[in-house]
């Protein structure tokens, strides 16, 4: 991947978000990390940039539209484009609940706010800072809680906004198959986060690999599909 791209990650503070920016940087990517919390945005950067990297950090919360445009305003001076977009922002709210017969329709309602409405707001407001140089990745983090052809019960909320977030990268990548915009879904695994806990199986490293991977796929690459382990998984 040529050096100079611009990639922008929701929530890059900590998590597979921190350690995704981390490896596109890596790549020589310059990286907006975005971060609900200022200041740990400008932390989580200082620690990029004590290792030599390129990154910014941006006060983003994908569920408030005025610092999503905020945030492109700020792209749109800086860079002129945006290149890859990270939608990983994403919340957990019913793990050890959820059943769909009990499950609190408000829980489901906030979660699908982060999870999916949040997903389609960036896409809504970044994809034209994309579309203005016909290029672009938009890597949707995903998970195998929101694969159809895997479905259990339980954690209604969290599977639906899955579910809903995979039903968005097929209808965006319909709509852009005609661009070199491409846009795929991604299962990290179980992942040793705040979220995935100290006993999930991967490291962050394993975890966010094909993220970044999906991130800097070349003109060429796969574009509406669900991905593991840099491989294609069923819906
Ligand atoms: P973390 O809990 O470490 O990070 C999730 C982040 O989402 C937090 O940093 C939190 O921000 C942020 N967030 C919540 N609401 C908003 C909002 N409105 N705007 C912006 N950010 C918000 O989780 P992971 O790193 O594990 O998760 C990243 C993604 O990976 C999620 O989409 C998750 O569903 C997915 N995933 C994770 C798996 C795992 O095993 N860890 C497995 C499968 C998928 P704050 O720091 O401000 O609280």
Redesign the pocket.
């Known amino acids: 991947m040529a050096k100079e791209k611009i990639a922008l990650v929701?929530?890059a503070?900590?998590?597979?978000?921190f350690e995704t920016a981390r490896q596109l940087a890596k790549s020589g990517i310059t990286v907006i990390l975005?971060?609900?919390?200022a200041d740990?945005g400008q932390q989580a950067a200082d620690q990029l940039r004590q290792q030599g990297l390129e990154v910014l950090a941006h006060q983003?919360?994908?569920?408030?539209i005025g610092s999503i445009k905020i945030s492109k305003q700020l792209i749109e001076d800086q860079f002129g484009r945006l290149d890859v977009l990270i939608n990983?922002?994403?919340?957990?709210p019913d793990a050890s609940s959820g059943s769909i017969l009990s499950s609190d329709i408000g829980t489901i309602r906030t979660a699908m706010e982060?999870?999916l409405y949040?997903a389609i707001a960036m896409i809504q407001v970044m994809v034209p800072l994309m579309q203005r140089h016909n290029y672009g990745r938009i890597v949707n983090?995903?998970?195998?809680?929101g694969q159809l052809s895997d479905m259990g019960g339980g954690s209604t909320a969290?599977r639906l906004t899955?579910v809903g977030l995979n039903g968005v990268t097929r209808i965006l990548a319909a709509e852009l198959a005609e661009t070199n915009i491409k846009v795929n879904s991604v299962?990290?695994?179980?992942?040793k986060?705040?979220?995935?806990g100290p006993n999930?199986s991967?490291s962050l490293e394993e975890?966010a690999d094909t993220i970044a991977w999906l991130a800097m796929l070349p003109d060429d690459g796969p574009s509406g599909l669900f991905w593991r382990d840099r491989a294609p998984i069923a819906w």
């Open positions: 929701t929530v503070n900590r998590g597979l978000g975005g971060s609900r919390d740990k983003l919360s994908v569920t408030d990983n922002a994403g919340i957990y982060t999870n949040g983090v995903s998970s195998g809680m969290y899955k299962c990290p695994g179980w992942v986060t705040d979220m995935g999930a991967r975890g």
